[in-house]
């Protein structure tokens, strides 16, 4: 639920999640609350589903930070944590963190072995104090905690495919799963483990109402906030796997002033990248997502729904619905 502040809804869609039998519940952090906090308090109120980090980024904490906070989070949730990681973006790395976005590969992979290290129960690797004397954690090792990676750039798809569990692009278009699984072989080939890929996870805006019009706004308002206002990451991407035209159609409908607007003729951005509709046509494009070699879609919500549109979704696309 990118954008949402009301933390008790982030915790009550946790709770919602598990009673409808949701695989996982995944937390965003952007610019709002601490979600490892949200993610241990929505531990202590579920039994059942497993809950994510969808996605940390790599600037925001030392790989130190990143380990403990993961550790403390499989511990409270008795087994049930998986942490993402990302570079992010470079609006929210510079305009928030202070922090200069250079080097974002390099920053992933090391970042990402110095928290496997240390999850493991070994001293972390030293890359920068490398005169230091090298620490571990003070508490009991957690070697299996699944590490999932976003990655968007054949390098950085090419290192989830290497070091990671799972990969999870977001606004990634789904007629190209097949070619970043291919990036991901060519990565877990280079790491001695051809046979072993990463589950393939993308991030999906998911909205759904009774009046499909209604529900093609939302998908539209996602399309374009993050291709416009989230600086150029998504944009250069999508132009780089065919989709130039669409996207300077969407650049376009929001400039000067930023409508939500996704024109007819980058409609097929909105079947590439989201998941909308009344609930039987959300679930079909849900299926295409499966389809398309998605093995856990993580869906998006819209934030500051109401509690009965929260839940209309939800139950639109529980996993007993879509089946």
């Not at 989070?73 to 922090?99: C, I, K, M, Y």
């Not at 070091?163 to 070619?179: E, K």
């Not at 374009?224 to 969407?250: D, H, T």
């Not at 003729?265 to 039987?280: I, R, S």
Request: include cysteine; charge should be neutral; proline fraction near 7%.
């Amino acid at each position: 639920m990118p954008l949402e502040n009301r933390r008790e809804v982030l915790v009550s869609t946790a709770v919602a999640a598990d009673r409808l039998g949701f695989d996982g519940y995944f937390l965003p952090e952007t610019w709002a609350y601490d979600v490892t906090i949200v993610l241990a308090e929505a531990a202590t109120k579920t039994a059942r589903v497993t809950l994510g980090t969808g996605i940390l980024g790599v600037w925001n904490r030392s790989a130190a930070t990143i380990a403990m906070a993961a550790a403390t989070l499989a511990s409270v949730s008795n087994g049930r944590f998986v942490l993402g990681l990302g570079a992010s973006t470079p609006q929210l790395t510079e305009g928030l963190h202070d922090v200069p976005f250079t080097g974002p590969v390099g920053r992933m992979r090391r970042t990402l072995q110095q928290v496997r290290a240390l999850l493991r129960g070994e001293r972390v690797p030293l890359a920068v104090t490398t005169a230091a004397r090298p620490l571990k954690l003070n508490v009991a090792p957690v070697p299996e905690l699944p590490i999932y990676l976003a990655a968007l750039g054949e390098q950085s798809v090419r290192l989830a495919g290497e070091l990671a569990d799972g990969w999870v692009p977001f606004m990634y278009p789904r007629s190209q799963l097949d070619s970043g699984r291919g990036r991901l072989g060519e990565g877990a080939a280079r790491a001695g483990h051809p046979e072993r890929l990463p589950r393939v996870c993308p991030s999906v805006p998911a909205v759904v109402a009774e009046d499909a019009s209604r529900a093609r706004e939302g998908a539209a308002w996602f399309v374009a906030f993050y291709l416009v206002s989230m600086g150029s990451l998504y944009r250069q991407s999508l132009a780089r796997q065919g989709f130039a035209k669409e996207v300077e159609s969407v650049v376009a409908a929001n400039t000067p002033r930023f409508a939500g607007a996704v024109p007819a003729d980058a409609e097929e951005l909105l079947e590439e990248l989201t998941v909308f509709g009344t609930p039987a046509e959300a679930r079909r494009r849900l299926a295409a997502w499966h389809a398309a070699g998605a093995e856990m879609p993580i869906l998006l919500l819209r934030p500051g729904l109401p509690a009965e549109e929260l839940e209309f979704t939800l139950n639109a696309l529980r996993p007993a619905a879509t089946e």
